[in-house]
Protein backbone atom coordinates (compact mmCIF):
# COMPACT_ATOMS: atom_id res chain seq x y z
CA UNK A 1 0.00 0.00 0.00
CA UNK A 2 2.68 2.53 0.75
CA UNK A 3 5.70 3.29 -1.71
CA UNK A 4 8.63 5.24 -1.63
CA UNK A 5 9.92 6.43 -5.58
CA UNK A 6 12.75 8.25 -5.88
CA UNK A 7 13.49 10.50 -9.05
CA UNK A 8 15.96 12.76 -10.21
CA UNK A 9 19.79 10.68 -10.89
CA UNK A 10 21.76 11.03 -13.90
CA UNK A 11 24.66 11.78 -15.24
CA UNK A 12 26.77 14.92 -14.17
CA UNK A 13 30.16 16.26 -14.62
CA UNK A 14 32.49 16.96 -11.15
CA UNK A 15 31.74 19.55 -9.46
CA UNK A 16 28.25 19.81 -10.67
CA UNK A 17 24.70 19.49 -8.70
CA UNK A 18 21.99 16.96 -8.24
CA UNK A 19 18.43 17.31 -6.55
CA UNK A 20 17.13 14.14 -5.52
CA UNK A 21 13.37 13.61 -4.66
CA UNK A 22 11.28 10.93 -2.74
CA UNK A 23 7.61 10.93 -2.67
CA UNK A 24 6.04 8.39 -0.66
CA UNK A 25 2.73 7.50 -1.00
CA UNK A 26 -0.73 5.06 -0.35
CA UNK A 27 -2.30 5.48 3.33
CA UNK A 28 -0.19 7.10 5.35
CA UNK A 29 -0.82 8.87 8.76
CA UNK A 30 2.48 10.29 8.96
CA UNK A 31 6.19 9.97 8.41
CA UNK A 32 8.75 9.81 10.76
CA UNK A 33 12.19 10.01 10.28
CA UNK A 34 13.46 9.81 6.36
CA UNK A 35 16.95 9.06 5.12
CA UNK A 36 18.97 8.85 2.27
CA UNK A 37 21.46 6.09 1.75
CA UNK A 38 23.78 5.16 -1.32
CA UNK A 39 25.36 1.99 -2.62
CA UNK A 40 28.24 2.14 -4.81
CA UNK A 41 29.07 -1.26 -6.92
CA UNK A 42 30.97 -3.89 -5.73
CA UNK A 43 30.42 -1.85 -1.66
CA UNK A 44 28.21 -1.39 0.74
CA UNK A 45 25.45 0.81 1.35
CA UNK A 46 26.10 3.26 3.60
CA UNK A 47 23.68 5.85 4.91
CA UNK A 48 23.96 9.25 3.59
CA UNK A 49 21.91 11.67 5.56
CA UNK A 50 18.85 11.85 7.70
CA UNK A 51 15.90 14.03 8.67
CA UNK A 52 13.26 13.92 11.71
CA UNK A 53 9.84 15.12 11.11
CA UNK A 54 10.79 18.08 12.93
CA UNK A 55 13.93 18.82 10.21
CA UNK A 56 16.70 18.06 12.60
CA UNK A 57 18.93 16.50 10.16
CA UNK A 58 22.53 14.46 10.39
CA UNK A 59 24.84 13.49 7.62
CA UNK A 60 27.73 11.61 7.15
CA UNK A 61 31.51 13.50 7.08
CA UNK A 62 31.36 12.38 3.62
CA UNK A 63 29.01 14.43 2.51
CA UNK A 64 29.25 17.49 4.93
CA UNK A 65 28.91 20.55 3.58
CA UNK A 66 28.06 19.75 -0.07
CA UNK A 67 24.61 17.96 0.83
CA UNK A 68 21.52 19.28 2.07
CA UNK A 69 18.93 16.84 3.26
CA UNK A 70 15.05 18.55 3.50
CA UNK A 71 11.36 17.77 3.53
CA UNK A 72 8.11 18.63 2.06
CA UNK A 73 5.69 17.23 4.80
CA UNK A 74 2.53 18.44 2.70
CA UNK A 75 3.74 16.30 -0.20
CA UNK A 76 5.07 13.15 2.13
CA UNK A 77 8.58 14.06 0.33
CA UNK A 78 12.23 14.43 1.02
CA UNK A 79 15.12 15.97 -1.36
CA UNK A 80 18.35 15.95 -1.49
CA UNK A 81 20.44 18.46 -3.01
CA UNK A 82 23.97 17.62 -3.90
CA UNK A 83 26.43 20.04 -4.66
CA UNK A 84 30.16 19.84 -5.69
CA UNK A 85 29.83 16.02 -6.46
CA UNK A 86 32.38 14.62 -7.26
CA UNK A 87 32.94 10.82 -8.69
CA UNK A 88 33.36 9.46 -5.31
CA UNK A 89 29.52 10.19 -5.04
CA UNK A 90 28.85 7.70 -7.60
CA UNK A 91 26.19 5.19 -6.55
CA UNK A 92 22.40 4.40 -6.41
CA UNK A 93 20.68 6.22 -4.34
CA UNK A 94 17.99 5.07 -2.06
CA UNK A 95 15.56 6.55 0.18
CA UNK A 96 14.42 5.44 3.02
CA UNK A 97 11.69 6.24 5.77
CA UNK A 98 9.91 5.11 9.04
CA UNK A 99 6.17 5.30 7.93
CA UNK A 100 2.53 4.69 10.03
CA UNK A 101 -0.30 3.60 7.93
CA UNK A 102 -3.66 4.86 8.77
CA UNK A 103 -5.16 2.57 10.63
CA UNK A 104 -2.20 1.21 12.51
CA UNK A 105 -0.39 2.30 15.73
CA UNK A 106 3.42 1.51 14.67
CA UNK A 107 5.86 2.65 12.59
CA UNK A 108 7.21 0.69 9.48
CA UNK A 109 10.58 0.85 7.75
CA UNK A 110 10.44 1.28 3.64
CA UNK A 111 12.91 1.44 0.89
CA UNK A 112 12.74 2.63 -2.49
CA UNK A 113 13.77 1.44 -5.49
CA UNK A 114 16.83 3.71 -5.87
CA UNK A 115 18.00 6.07 -8.42
CA UNK A 116 21.48 6.14 -9.63
CA UNK A 117 23.77 8.99 -9.46
CA UNK A 118 26.93 8.83 -12.04
CA UNK A 119 29.60 11.66 -11.83
CA UNK A 120 32.12 11.98 -14.28
CA UNK A 121 35.10 13.20 -13.89
Keep these: QVQLV ?10 GSLRLSCAASGSIFSINTMAWYRQAPGKQRELVATITSSDSTNY ?14 AKNTVYLQMNSLQPEDTGAYYCNADIRRSGITWYHNYWGQGTQVTVSS
Excluded at 6 to 15: F, I, K, N, P, R
Excluded at 60 to 73: P, Q
Design 60 to 73: ADSVKGRFTISRDN
Design 6 to 15: ESGGGLVQAG
